[in-house]
């Protein structure tokens, strides 16, 4: 679990400065007594993770402190690693935390996900978590989907009320009204999330923080590594939206179209989604950092990418019958200083240091 080996680390870097004797295992089994677990091996098993709010943190340092002194160490220590960990662990990070377990429970259990992660996913997002959101809008739009893209499916609805007013199905009419029922709990999910006012505060992706740190000083959305190896999974989920729900306004999800494109374009530059997120750039500046971004990794979109194919058969043109001109279309970038874009390649290195083909 990345971000627990994390804050791990930083409460023992400053336990052991106090008593080299600390030890990581030591840890984990305080910040398990802290969260209301009696041992590491209680806090793994348990999916829906105590959290401590504000009006817990007494009884949950007490638990902290016995924990301490049972594994030997002395009142100081326990009162020293008592007051680290309640300062480490807020409560934004006891909800991140959360995420990780969902994350690793979806991981083991590839056939199905249960009502438990839902319900656990439900309550982070009662809590205004960024991540949970976007976790639920992803994991919820791709059951959606996949359910509706199987003709089989279309009668769901129709067997499951069969099912409930006792008329006997045969096998196959059993499992599809089972599976709209499996689908109408992450469509009910959906809805609630559609419903909150904050539906459309997601975060940020990690890789694009230098550029929203240097180009957009008044964003005050929160950053996460959740999906950031595959944005196409949020750029997929918020197109199914803007697709499938009429009721939500064009520009809704837009910003976080925007953000999460950027982040697709770090990790997998190509002509047209750099062209994509250069339309959508809220400055010169920005547009010539896609561009220079694109460069770097060989790939010029002030540059035409052309060739014709017979129009009947898409193959590569052979000087007989209907032709047809595909590719890319250079686009043209307005001027700007010669320092500015100076600052936009040291940007955009940056950028590539970041980008998996870097």
């Known amino acids: ?29 305080l910040v398990s007594a802290y969260c209301g677990y009696g041992s590491y091996a209680a806090y793994q098993s348990d999916l829906s993770f105590n ?31 008592c007051k680290i960990i309640s300062n480490v662990l807020l409560q934004p990070l006891q909800n991140t935390l959360q995420i990780e377990k969902l994350l690793q429970e979806l991981e083991n259990s590839p056939e199905g996900i249960s009502k438990d992660v839902l319900a656990s996913l439900s309550s982070l997002i009662d809590d205004n978590c960024a991540e949970a ?29 069969k099912r409930l007013s006792g008329e006997k199905l045969n096998s196959f009419q059993l499992q599809v009204a089972e599976h709209f029922v499996y689908v109408k709990h992450f469509k009910d999910l959906l809805q609630n999330i559609l419903k909150d006012k904050y ?12 550029i929203v740190s240097q180009l957009n000083e008044a964003c005050n959305r929160e950053y996460s590594d959740l999906f950031e190896d595959a944005p196409v999974m949020i750029l997929d989920a918020i197109s199914y939206l803007s697709n499938h729900h009429e009721t939500l306004s064009e520009d809704a999800f837009k910003g976080v179209y925007v953000d999460w494109l950027g982040s697709e374009v770090i990790i997998s530059p ?6 994509e997120r250069i ?15 694109g460069l770097n990794h060989g790939v010029d979109v002030t540059l035409d990418d052309l060739r014709a194919i017979h129009a009947d058969t898409g193959e590569d043109y052979d000087d007989y019958g209907p032709m047809e001109v595909v590719g890319f279309q250079r686009i043209s970038l307005p001027d700007i200083s010669e320092d500015d ?14 980008s998996v083909y870097a």
């Open 1 to 29: 679990m990345k971000k627990l080996k994390s804050l791990v680390h930083t409460i023992y870097s400053e336990l052991k400065l106090s008593n080299p004797k600390f030890k990581k295992s030591h840890v984990y089994e």
């Open 51 to 81: 959290k401590v709010s504000p009006d817990e943190v007494e009884n949950a340092q007490a638990q902290c402190f016995d924990r301490s002194l049972a594994l030997g160490f002395d009142a100081e220590d326990g009162l020293t690693s």
């Open 133 to 161: 959101r976007l976790l639920a809008l992803v994991m919820c739009l791709g059951e959606i989907s996949f359910y509706e893209d199987n003709p089989d499916n279309r009668g769901g609805e129709y067997w499951h009320g």
């Open 199 to 210: 539906a459309a505060n997601l975060p940020i992706p990690m890789n694009i923080k230098p």
């Open 270 to 275: 190509c002509n047209y989604s750099i062209a």
């Open 279 to 293: 339309h959508h750039s809220a400055s010169v500046n920005e547009k010539w950092l896609w561009h220079l971004h």
């Open 341 to 354: 874009k100076s600052e936009m390649m040291k940007l955009a290195d940056t950028l590539s240091k970041e």
